[in-house]
């Protein structure tokens, strides 16, 4: 497993989560080389792209998720977070962690976000 998500739960709405994505056997200078990416899908709708954050330490994110959303990184741990704030019903799905880079492109196993109402 290249990617390890972790995180997701049950959580009212207005709540806070916080998803890690650990690259444990990712080498460092790949892991510093390499864009992140947080995406979710809900029952019945395609994967969305939420954040992304590039190596040079840029973010973007995807419209329904700006101002609430942050993703990070912590290269000395491998890790990328995706730290969700003001949470509602509607972001309810399944988040999946993405790595891509030159030669690479993987996928973590996804984390199941529940928002109840």
């Known amino acids: 497993v290249q990617l390890q998500a972790s995180g997701g739960g049950l959580v009212q709405a207005g709540g806070s989560l916080r998803l890690s994505c650990k690259a444990p056997r990712m080498i460092l200078s790949t892991f510093w080389g390499t864009a992140f990416s947080w995406y979710r899908q809900a029952p019945g709708k395609e994967r969305e792209l939420l954040a992304v954050?590039?190596?040079?330490?840029?973010?973007n994110y995807g419209d329904s998720v700006t101002g609430r959303f942050t993703i990070s990184r912590d290269n000395a741990r491998k890790t990328v977070y995706l730290q969700m704030n003001s949470l509602k019903t509607e972001d309810t799905a399944v988040y999946y962690c993405?790595?891509?880079?030159?030669?690479?492109?993987?996928w973590g196993e996804g984390t199941q976000v529940t928002v109840s109402s």
């Open positions: 954050n590039s190596p040079d330490g840029s973010t």
């Open positions: 993405n790595a891509r880079g030159p030669n690479l492109d993987y």
